[in-house]
């Protein structure tokens, strides 16, 4: 069964970076797309971007100059580091896995506030 | 970006009712859209794709339909575990985007 496990800090400080992974069980990340997706106080849902099974990236423009996403295939995990937050970046981040449409595996989501 | 627009934000029905949730794209996605349920305190999970192919595993009271710029998802037969907020997302073009939302409780 496929399996996605989030983790990182979940208090982070203003300007500084905000760094998750996602821990994948029951498949590799050499196949599919793998993304982050959050989900801010009030519902809204914003797709971050993803990293496809070759390692190529793709971002939320609206992101493109904070994010960065990557992979170790060694230890079946990718990576989220978004630099310069504030607190318009407290959300429940979720990773989950793509076909590069809709996402069929989520994690259970780690809720991150940004603050002093 | 494409705008997604869901209606109702939120709904209100009793067991065995049929429900019916919106969205609007603000432009042509050719039937690239998705539906997902999330569960207060779980996370997503996906329900339709492709506007009206069933997810493997999810109740066929769940359906959805659509094209263009307007998609619907059914509920048929109201049960207390749809108790969900309900949510679209569109993959016709980056960057992806999702709608606001569908509380949907039981009276």
């Known amino acids: 069964e496929v399996q996605l496990q989030e983790s990182g800090p979940g208090l982070v400080k203003p300007s500084q970076s905000l760094s998750l992974t996602c821990s994948v069980t029951?498949?590799?990340?050499?196949?599919?797309?793998w993304g982050w997706i959050r989900k801010f106080p009030g519902n809204k849902m914003e797709w971050m971007g993803y990293?496809?099974?070759?390692?190529?990236?793709s971002y939320n423009p609206s992101l493109k100059s904070r994010i960065s996403i990557t992979r170790d295939t060694s230890k079946n995990q990718f990576f989220l580091q978004l630099n310069s937050v504030t607190t318009e970046d407290t959300a429940t981040y979720y990773c989950?896995?793509?076909?590069?449409?809709?996402?069929?595996?989520w994690g259970q989501g780690v809720m991150v506030t940004v603050s002093s | 970006d494409i705008r997604m627009t869901q209606s109702p934000a939120s709904l209100s029905a009793s067991l065995g009712e049929t429900v019916n949730i919106e969205c609007l794209a603000s432009?042509?996605?050719?039937?690239?859209l998705a539906w997902y349920q999330q569960k207060p305190g779980k996370s997503p999970q996906l329900l339709i794709y492709?506007?009206?192919s069933l997810q493997n595993g999810v109740p066929s009271r769940f359906s959805g339909s659509g094209s263009g710029t307007q998609y619907s998802l059914k509920i048929n037969s109201l049960q207390s575990e749809d108790v969900a907020t309900y949510f679209c997302?569109?993959?016709?073009?980056?960057?992806?985007?999702f709608g606001s939302g569908t509380k949907l409780e039981i009276k």
């Open positions: 989950a896995r793509s076909s590069s449409t809709d996402f069929d595996y």
């Open positions: 990293i496809s099974y070759s390692g190529s990236t």
């Open positions: 492709n506007a009206n």
């Open positions: 432009e042509d996605i050719y039937s690239d």
């Open positions: 029951g498949y590799s990340i050499t196949s599919n797309y």
């Open positions: 997302q569109q993959y016709n073009n980056y960057p992806l985007t």
